[in-house]
């Protein structure tokens, strides 16, 4: 399973949110253009400007999203943290739960994000997001049948969630738990998203793990000309093909 950017969907950065502070508009425009660095320019410059409170939260929250975009996970955690200890917007403690649990998740600090998870679950807050993270730590964790139970999750509540489908079929293909549902899986998540270099690479893994080369073949070079410099897909093309690169 070629990692899925799964970032993207966890860090919307309040797009829908209906109400923009009218002095914190250009930071935000520059936000939604995906120009990180100007943005976090232009937050940092508001950052020590007297606010009120609910502003204050605002800055401090796009900081922190300003942050986990360009990498800095440590700058990053302790805006986050801020919003998530200070804040009383739940819709922006929900987003920065989930933002702190991915940025665990990639840093390999596995148990703090199932705490921030656990939390978010407690609490009723319940969603495809939230099990699709919980089962890839699970999965980062080695525990693939608890994994596969928690894309289940996901699935009871959205049918059609790509993601769970493309991770779930991985996970049952490459442990060999059920490789004919694993191909059904993984050939709907292509179709709907069929651009997808991890979607085409999960469905070239399954078609080998089915003992089905040609096909095989035929997805994971597709994967391949999509990500040439993703080492899963690289991995996987060359046991399949024993093809260089």
């Known amino acids: 399973m070629a990692e899925e950017k799964t970032g993207e969907e966890i860090i919307t950065g309040g797009e829908n949110e209906e109400r923009v502070f009218e002095k914190l508009q250009e930071g935000v425009r520059l936000y ?36 986990t975009k360009l990498g800095q996970y440590s700058e990053a955690l302790n805006y986050l943290e801020q919003v ?102 993984c050939k709907k998540a292509v179709d709907i998203r069929p651009q997808s270099a991890a979607y085409l690479d999960s469905l070239g893994w399954a078609y080998y793990k089915s003992g089905e080369v040609v096909e095989a073949r035929t997805w994971l070079r597709r994967a391949l000309e999509l990500a040439p410099d993703e080492q899963e897909i690289q991995r996987h093309f060359k046991i399949v093909t024993g093809e260089p690169l």
């Open 32 to 67: 939604r253009m995906k120009d990180w660095n100007k943005a976090l320019e232009e937050f940092l410059s508001k950052e020590e400007v007297c606010f009120d409170e609910e502003e204050r939260m605002e800055i401090i929250y796009y900081l922190g999203l300003c942050y």
């Open 84 to 185: 998530v200890t200070s804040g009383n917007n739940i819709i922006r403690i929900y987003q920065c739960r989930m933002t702190l649990a991915y940025i665990y998740v990639i840093t390999k600090r596995i148990r703090l994000a199932e705490f921030e998870l656990r939390r978010l679950q407690n609490c009723g807050l319940e969603s495809p997001l939230l099990y699709n993270t919980l089962a890839y730590a699970a999965w980062s964790q080695k525990k693939n049948k608890n994994a596969v139970e928690l894309y289940e999750k996901t699935l009871d509540i959205d049918t059609n969630n790509a993601t769970a489908m493309n991770s779930m079929g991985y996970i049952l293909a490459d442990t060999g738990l059920d490789i004919l549902r694993a191909l059904r899986l």
